[in-house]
């Protein structure tokens, strides 16, 4: 069985199939339905169950959102079975004080925090980047590796074209707050989000431009390229392909998926 290559990512190494957290906390951006199901599927011992054979088949990180009564609590319950995954954090929007929510995901062994794309997105289309870019500096303050998400490419472009102090990336392949929106985990209502064919070429172009590492998520749009598993190998082609080689993506599975998620990654990457 070939091994998944890794990237540096700060002082560590990550894979670059990273196992994402929206399904755990049942947010499908697909369709209420599909967000119920996720719900009710993902106990807090089919979390555990998932991330176990996700680092028994070679992904060494995990990226969810610092909250306390969710992913805190699984992942603690993940560690006292013996599970080392590196945990790459969302800030919790919903969270009152989100200065104090990064304390707390720092003191409790992230590699890495970012703040939150929808969060970001918002701000920035008001035209309160300063508050962004605050929260930024407090991540930094940790010591840890500092990350901005966003769904926007344009995103992205401020904050190279400022410098801001950001070692990584989120980069949502969608452009979903083409619309107002607020997530639903912070306590928005669903809503049917864009998700336009041409978005992906579009934040591919962004990512290649930038020389900051950036992790790619939504490449399956939530869904939407998985009508089979040949679907599925072709949006993991193209995200490798056009991704640069220090970059990860993240990809939300099913405890019966890691498997072909694993085998879809080295494939695209030729290892196959």
Not at 106 to 128: C, F, K, N, P
Not at 200 to 213: G, N, V, Y
Not at 214 to 234: E, P, T
Request: hydrophobic share 40%; with cysteine.
């Amino acid at each position: 069985m070939s091994k998944l290559p890794t990237v540096p990512f700060g002082p560590i190494e990550i894979t670059r199939l990273i196992v994402g957290g929206n399904p755990f906390c049942g947010n499908s951006h697909l369709t209420p339905e599909k967000s119920r199901e996720m719900a009710e599927f993902f106990t807090a011992e089919k979390v555990v169950e998932t991330l176990q054979r996700c680092e028994a088949l070679g992904i060494n990180t995990f990226q969810g959102r610092g909250d306390f009564h969710r992913v805190m609590y699984w992942l603690e319950l993940f560690r006292r079975t013996g599970g080392q995954l590196h945990w790459i954090v969302q800030t919790a929007s919903e969270m009152h004080d989100v200065y104090r929510n990064i304390r707390v995901i720092a003191a409790v062994g992230a590699a890495g925090i970012y703040h939150h794309g929808t969060s970001t997105d918002a701000l920035w289309q008001e035209g309160r980047q300063d508050e962004v870019l605050n929260r930024l500096k407090a991540i930094r303050d940790t010591g840890l590796q500092v990350g901005l998400g966003t769904h926007m490419p344009e995103v992205i472009e401020y904050a190279e074209e400022h410098d801001w102090d950001v070692d990584f990336y989120m980069a949502c392949f969608y452009n979903i707050s083409r619309i107002e929106r607020e997530s639903v985990l912070a306590g928005g209502e669903f809503v049917d989000e864009p998700f336009y064919a041409e978005d992906p070429l579009r934040m591919c172009e962004t990512i290649r431009a930038t020389p900051k590492q950036c992790l790619a998520f939504k490449i399956l749009g939530a869904g939407r390229r998985c009508a089979d598993q040949n679907d599925v190998a072709a949006a993991f082609k193209f995200a490798f392909d056009n991704i640069k080689p220090i970059d990860a993506v993240v990809v939300g599975m099913y405890p019966d998926e890691v498997q072909l998620n694993v085998d879809h990654t080295l494939a695209a990457l030729g290892l196959a």
